[in-house]
């Protein structure tokens, strides 16, 4: 299938891009494409006119300071995860981008896109909410910065208004003596995680957070919880839901077996 017609510009700045955008309530960004461009064949998205970031200046940058990572809207997926100080300061990016699709896709596809795309089947969403990150956007209002705690409102949706364009992303660095671990259960690695959980362990606080268990990522505070009770209390808050690819009592199974593993990993209890 092909996609419906669509306008199509490449600005060459942001304002342009931000006048362009603002000038048509049926334009869409395009940034890597990876989940726009198979929502556009398919014809489940038609937006009237695509608004093509990729010609923007400064954009695809990824900057690491003592206080975390910060990601910009045109770096893709491979740049972050290859990024080795991005890594030394927040080494959750790694983890879980190391199961992010495939090469090809991560070679196209931007971390930043996948945030603002609000999949909360996607690993990014789900780190940035765990690790209590950010999204700074830029719209006719100016700039502000969104905390992932606000950035999330449904599935596939965001609090991003129409006429905004998410620059970067910001996350936050793991606290010294902190450790963090990941895992997911895929069909095939590189395929959506049937179920992800990634885990914090920071300044005696023990938080997790899951990938395709919600409508929107997901966060549990487990701190002070035996070991033998992590999978019990974890799903005590939460709800997962069955579909064509796992039933729920499947996926609940999944975070019990992967709650107790990531926490084991990370509070090194293995």
Avoid: C, W
């Avoid at 983890?95 to 971390?111: D, E, F, M």
């Amino acid at each position: 299938m092909k996609p419906a017609p669509f306008d199509y510009v490449r600005p060459g700045s942001l304002e342009d891009a931000l006048a362009a955008l603002s000038g048509d309530p049926g334009a869409k960004v395009l940034a890597g494409g990876q989940s726009l461009v198979p929502l556009l064949s398919m014809r489940l998205a038609a937006p009237s006119r695509l608004v093509d970031i990729n010609g923007l200046p400064g954009l695809d940058e990824v900057t690491v300071s003592p206080g975390g990572v910060r990601v910009g809207a045109l770096a893709r997926h491979a740049d972050v995860l290859t990024h080795e100080e991005a890594a030394r300061v927040q080494p959750l990016l790694r983890l879980a981008l190391s199961h992010v699709a495939h090469a090809t896709i991560r070679n196209r596809g931007t971390t930043v896109g996948s945030i603002v795309h609000a999949d909360s089947a996607a690993e990014l969403p789900m780190v940035l909410t765990l690790l209590g990150g950010s999204v700074e956007v830029v719209g006719p209002s100016g700039t502000r910065t969104i905390p992932a705690s606000e950035l999330y409102v449904g599935p596939l949706e965001s609090s991003l208004a129409h006429d905004e364009i998410a620059t970067s992303a910001s996350f936050p660095a793991l606290a010294p003596g902190g450790r963090v671990a990941f895992a997911e259960i895929a069909r095939r690695h590189g395929d959506y995680a049937l179920v992800g959980a990634a885990a914090l362990v920071e300044g005696g606080t023990v938080k997790v957070g899951y990938v395709s268990v919600s409508d929107v990522p997901v966060v549990v505070d487990l701190s002070g919880v035996p070991v033998k009770d992590l999978g019990e209390a974890a799903l005590a808050r939460l709800e997962p839901a069955g579909d064509i690819h796992a039933t729920a009592a499947y996926r609940a199974q999944l975070v019990r077996v992967l709650t107790e593993r990531v926490v084991r990993e990370a509070t090194g209890d293995e």
